[in-house]
């Protein structure tokens, strides 16, 4: 059974950093792109970052270049995304996913439950 548990969201103000967690198990990802995606109350999911299991490429939303950066430990399975300059229009839901290399959520076929980031002004 494939998961992907999401970890470290939380309460934080503006400015602030966080750091997200991505555990996957339950099959081998190494042919897969991982990537984080958002969603706001009342807007659509979007992406954030992507990031090949590899680690040799990553791509970002232009939102949060040079603010987010995304990477992953293939030994521990485990992927990451650092949020340093946090905005409030940063308060999403935050998830995971497993798929190809694309930035459309419909090119992910496996999802986490997500983890709440909200960002106080």
């Known amino acids: 059974q494939v998961q992907l548990v999401e970890s470290g969201g939380g309460l934080v103000q503006a400015g602030d950093s966080l750091r997200l967690s991505c555990a996957a198990s339950g099959r081998t990802f190494s042919a897969y792109t991982m990537g984080w995606f958002r969603q706001a109350p009342g807007k659509e999911r979007e992406f954030v970052a992507l990031?090949?299991?590899?680690?040799?490429?990553?791509d970002y939303a232009d939102s949060v270049k040079g603010r987010f950066t995304i990477s992953s430990d293939n030994a521990k399975n485990t992927m990451y995304l650092q949020m340093n300059s946090l905005k409030p229009e940063d308060t999403a839901v935050y998830y995971c996913?497993?798929?190809?290399?694309?930035?459309?959520?419909?090119?992910?076929?496996?999802w986490g439950q997500g983890t709440q980031v909200t960002i106080s002004s």
């Open positions: 990031i090949t299991w590899s680690g040799t490429r990553t």
């Open positions: 996913a497993a798929g190809r290399w694309s930035s459309g959520v419909n090119d992910y076929e496996y």
